[in-house]
């Protein structure tokens, strides 16, 4: 597809207000008497409303090209004419356009130019902070934060630190315990915040160590500062890694797994799971389960109920962009106990205790909706969301998921 960059200049000033709003006279722009007020008619920086009459703005004059909103995405827009399918992604003011037709894209860049002032970018070479690169020629494309990463080298001192090939050592067990760390001297906060970023759009492979380094926000201890400096000398290791989609195998594949009461503080269990296309992540959660899992069946059980949940809108959007996809998703687990759970709708004494809520995933397996496969525990490319893992097994996890 071609696929090029707009960025929309002051895209909130656009918006007109349905509500009546009133503001004070900014200083040095006064006009008339003293106390006089400015009735607002279109939205500014800084207004709740703006976003929101911002989109509207837009998706009004998108459905007038003939543009309908995704029901999987409202910030995805798709066009279906005779020269081809075309498809429009927004983010605030920075819009991507995707087409199989040359002049069909160049059209609507040039329609969303005339209506608003804006800057054309040309073939995306970077967003949202992600570098592209493309090589049509060979099917293939990586997105990567290589800048992002040096800079963070850069702000906190570490361009000599020794680099590490994991980002969790197995030996480190976070707890709440410890000496309070000095946030006004080690800024924990602001680097955590920078990680998270990081791993949740181009590296899936710090997902864990991130996610159960911002559960201690509040009171970080010396020993969590001790350890976000080894997800940095990771990434300093790691640092030209990113997503890489490649080949034409569109079909979704799914992975979840568990980690059974690794949270030394709770007892709680870790949700992970990641879905494959193309060779490539398109989606990934690592994440603290919501309540105590009495086993690790009902602690499976959760994690497959929380992908199976995830594959189901995957499939949404994947119609939105008429991809042709299989009827049911399949999601790969290692855990029998769960698989037969999910598959037989019977109830015993070890799992008639589990939440009503956990019990759609059952009742979407039962209907066909999603496919429910065993994966030896060694082949789980979702381990590396749950729990710190060797260096081999992580790298193995992480070329799964295309990190290369």
């Known amino acids: 597809l071609e696929l090029i960059h707009l960025d929309i200049k002051t895209a909130f000033l656009y918006g007109e207000l349905e509500e009546e709003i009133w503001v004070q006279q900014p200083p040095g722009y006064a006009d008339g008497q003293p106390g006089l007020a400015c009735k607002l008619v279109k939205s500014l920086y800084g207004l ?19 543009f309908k909103a995704s029901d999987a995405d409202p910030s995805l827009f798709t066009l279906h004419t005779k020269q081809g399918k075309i498809y429009l992604l927004v ?13 069909l894209v ?27 690169t493309r090589d049509r020629n060979q099917n ?6 290589e800048t992002m990463i040096k800079n963070i080298i850069y702000d906190f ?38 990680l998270m970023f990081l791993s949740v759009t181009t590296r899936p492979d710090i997902s864990y160590s991130v996610g159960a380094l911002s559960r201690y926000m509040s009171r970080p201890k010396t020993t969590h500062w001790d350890v976000a400096k080894v997800v940095v000398r990771y990434l300093a290791a790691t640092a030209d890694k ?16 568990s980690d059974y009461a690794g949270d030394g503080d709770t007892r709680r269990s870790t949700t992970g799971y990641v879905f494959i296309m193309n060779n490539g992540a398109v989606s990934w959660c690592s994440k603290r389960q919501s309540t105590v899992a009495a086993s690790t069946t009902e602690a499976e ?15 949404k959007l994947m119609h939105s962009l008429d991809i042709p996809t299989a009827s049911a998703i399949t999601i790969k687990c290692d855990n029998q106990g769960a698989i037969k759970l999910l598959k037989n709708p019977i109830y015993s004494a070890r799992s008639k205790h589990i939440d009503v809520i956990y019990h759609f995933a059952r009742e979407h397996v039962l209907r066909g909706h ?8 060694n082949k789980m490319t979702a381990d590396v969301l749950t729990k710190a893992l060797p260096p081999q097994m992580h790298k193995q996890c992480t070329t799964s998921m295309g990190i290369m």
């Open 370 to 377: 999603v496919k429910i496969d065993y994966v030896a525990t």
């Open 140 to 145: 293939f494309l990586k997105l990567d934060q």
């Open 48 to 66: 709740k409303q703006a976003p929101r009459v911002w989109y509207s703005r837009l998706k009004e004059e998108l459905e007038l090209y003939g």
């Open 242 to 257: 990113g997503l890489t989609y490649r080949g034409s195998n569109t079909t979704p594949e799914g992975f979840c797994d």
């Open 106 to 132: 160049e059209s609507v860049k040039n329609n969303l130019l005339t209506t608003f002032q804006g800057r054309n970018l040309g073939p995306v070479s970077s967003f949202l902070g992600m570098r592209v």
């Open 157 to 194: 001192n570490m361009e000599n630190a020794k680099t590490r090939d994991a980002p969790l050592s197995l030996s480190i067990k976070l707890t709440e315990l410890g000496e309070d760390l000095d946030t006004e001297k080690y800024p924990y906060a602001t680097l955590i915040g920078k």
């Open 91 to 103: 983010y605030v003011d920075d819009i991507l356009i995707a087409g199989q037709d040359p002049q």
């Open 301 to 315: 059980y959760m994690a497959a109920a929380a992908a199976i949940k995830e594959g189901l809108w995957i499939q």
